[in-house]
């Protein structure tokens, strides 16, 4: 199967009631779990690759990677660039055969944010690739809807934004943040906020990050073998059960992914201190991670739409 983009994926997660999984992409462990995970649940998916993944693994073997996985397969698969932070690294990503690109000038001013994106949209658009944009801040915020505020994007912007650089999907702050720390108070996720913009654009595919749910049993193995991980928090799963039949078309987990793959090394390492077989402890960590993946896209509601 040849890579796809995402506009067809998302406009039949938009009617369908429910979204993507997207996971994050570093090395071929973590490519086989994600795609034998969507294989046998049917699933279409997105496999993304970060700036510093791009660094770590290198363009070249991710894009062979993924192109063999594809000749495993007969789901659908988006090759997507996540957060990507200059124009130079979106194009080099869709020059060397992605389906798709993020660019996240989130953190500019409104007005460069959206000139960086367009700049990007007139770029990718021309090479028939789709563009995941970012309106608002992703950090972990305390209870105060003061604090909030601040960080959240705002509905009657989110509209601008889209209009003005014409991206294909927006990425949106309502409470999720990356990492295994996501809340100080108690998780809560604006929902009448994600309810205004879908309303404001009908139809409109919205993405959203940080969705890890950093499951408690997962962050256990990891500490019971020798790991620290205190205190974390995740997104509830009913939350984001509830945004994939919302306008939610793509939900980003990385998180998960790292702790299920860490957790089953830990306890390979633990159990057989002699064994010194790589494949001895990446043989469970990738069927870890793919016992992770299969959870999420039956969450999403992904599971069976390919
Ligand atoms: O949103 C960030 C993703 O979890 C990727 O993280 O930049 O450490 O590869 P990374
Ligand atoms: P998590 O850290 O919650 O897995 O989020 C991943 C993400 O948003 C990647 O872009
Ligand atoms: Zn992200």
Do not use: W
Not at 261 to 274: C, D
Request: with cysteine; proline share 5%.
């Amino acid at each position: 199967m040849p890579l796809v983009g995402t506009r067809e994926m998302f406009k039949k997660a938009y009617e369908g009631g429910y979204a993507i999984g997207a996971f994050n992409v570093n090395n071929m462990e973590l490519l086989q779990a994600i795609v034998d995970a969507g294989t046998e649940e049917r699933s279409p998916l997105i496999l993304q690759v970060s700036a510093g993944a791009r660094k770590y693994a290198r363009q070249e073997y991710l894009i062979h990677l993924v192109k063999a996985a594809m000749e495993t397969t007969d789901i659908p698969v988006a090759l997507h660039l996540d957060h990507g932070d200059s124009f130079e690294l979106c194009q080099a990503c869709v020059d060397g055969g992605f389906s798709s690109v993020m660019i996240d000038a989130s953190h500019f001013p409104f007005e460069e944010n959206v000139a960086l994106t367009k700049k990007v949209v007139d770029y990718t658009h021309a090479k028939g690739v789709p563009v995941e944009a970012e309106l608002g801040k992703l950090t972990s915020t305390s209870d105060e809807p003061g604090a909030r505020e601040a960080v959240y994007t705002d509905p009657d912007e989110a509209v601008k934004f889209v209009k003005q650089t014409g991206c294909d999907s927006l990425a949106i702050s309502i409470g999720t943040s990356h990492g295994a720390y996501k809340f100080k108070g108690e998780a809560t996720l604006d929902f009448p906020r994600l309810e205004k913009i879908q309303n404001l654009l009908p139809g409109y595919p919205i993405v959203l990050h940080g969705a890890s749910s950093v499951p408690a049993e997962l962050v256990e193995i990891c500490n019971k073998y020798g790991g620290k991980l205190p205190g974390t928090r995740g997104v509830p799963e009913e939350f984001l059960a509830r945004a994939a039949k919302m306008a939610v078309c793509k939900i980003n987990v990385d998180t998960d992914l790292r702790i299920a793959m860490t957790g089953a090394i830990r306890k390979a390492f633990a159990e057989n201190p002699s064994e010194f077989d790589p494949r001895k402890y990446l043989g469970p960590a990738r069927e870890a991670v793919k016992q992770v993946v299969k959870g999420k896209v039956k969450l999403f509601g992904c599971a069976g739409k390919a």
